[in-house]
């Protein structure tokens, strides 16, 4: 059975950095591509950003780029979201993913395993 447990997440102001962390347990986690997905108040879950099995190619969307950094840890059981530059539109409920298509994309659908969320509240 596959886990995912998000951390790190918390209160910052506006230009502020977070470092949020999904540890994953499950022995075939590694060849797997995973995903960053967040919720803002009142707003559909959005595709934040995503990262191949062996780390080597990664995907954003456009509201994050260039301040977002994906990563997985070098045991592969853990993937990293490095926010800097956080706005307060930034605020949301952080959940990483498991995609099963192994493929790093923001189709919701490719992704089955999920974790319980953190909460990113950015201050103005």
């Known amino acids: 059975q596959v886990q995912l447990v998000e951390s790190g997440g918390g209160l910052v102001q506006a230009g502020g950095s977070l470092r949020l962390s999904c540890a994953a347990s499950g022995r075939t986690f590694s060849t797997y591509a995973m995903g960053w997905f967040r919720q803002a108040p009142g707003k559909e879950r959005e595709f934040v950003a995503g990262i ?3 780390g080597d190619r990664s995907a954003y969307a456009d509201s994050v780029k ?5 990563s997985r840890g070098t045991a592969k059981n853990t993937v990293y979201l490095q926010m800097n530059s956080l706005t307060p539109e930034d605020t949301a409920v952080y959940y990483c993913a498991r995609d099963y298509m192994n493929r790093a994309l923001p189709t919701q659908s490719h992704y089955d395993y999920w974790g319980q969320g953190t909460r990113v509240t950015v201050s103005s």
């Open 52 to 54: 191949t099995s062996s």
């Open 66 to 70: 260039g301040r977002f950094t994906i």
